[in-house]
């Protein structure tokens, strides 16, 4: 399987709006978000470690009004967006998991993986 575009790179601005994708997990789909944070793209899987349920607030932000910490719209759960470590509320201790992106050649790429 060869990679997948995700987004151009100019789509993730940092602190900004995200881009979700679908990733397939253990044979499933499950709903994945990339953002920009310090010039870097980060990935994960858009579920919090306090309840399983999607972060975003809106279609895509991810980012609290700080645009320093990526937090759940249900519970308040704050993640620091270059390790997706919970650092306060409910999830505390916990953490987003992570998808591996690779930036490249203007684009956002889902590297490419062994069937399952």
Known sequence: MSRVRICASQELVDGGVG???E?????RP???FAV????????YINRCAHVPIELDWNHG????????YLMCSTHGAIYAPET?????????GGRLEPVPLEESEGQVWLPATPVE
Do not use: M, W, Y
Not at 23 to 27: D, I, M, S
């Open 36 to 43: 920009r944070f310090n010039g870097r793209v980060h990935g």
């Open 61 to 68: 932000e991810f980012f609290d009004t700080s645009k320093l």
């Open 19 to 21: 881009v979700r994708f």
């Open 23 to 27: 990733v397939e997990q253990r044979g």
């Open 84 to 92: 997706g470590r919970c650092i306060g509320g409910p999830c505390r």
């Open 30 to 32: 499950q709903a994945a």
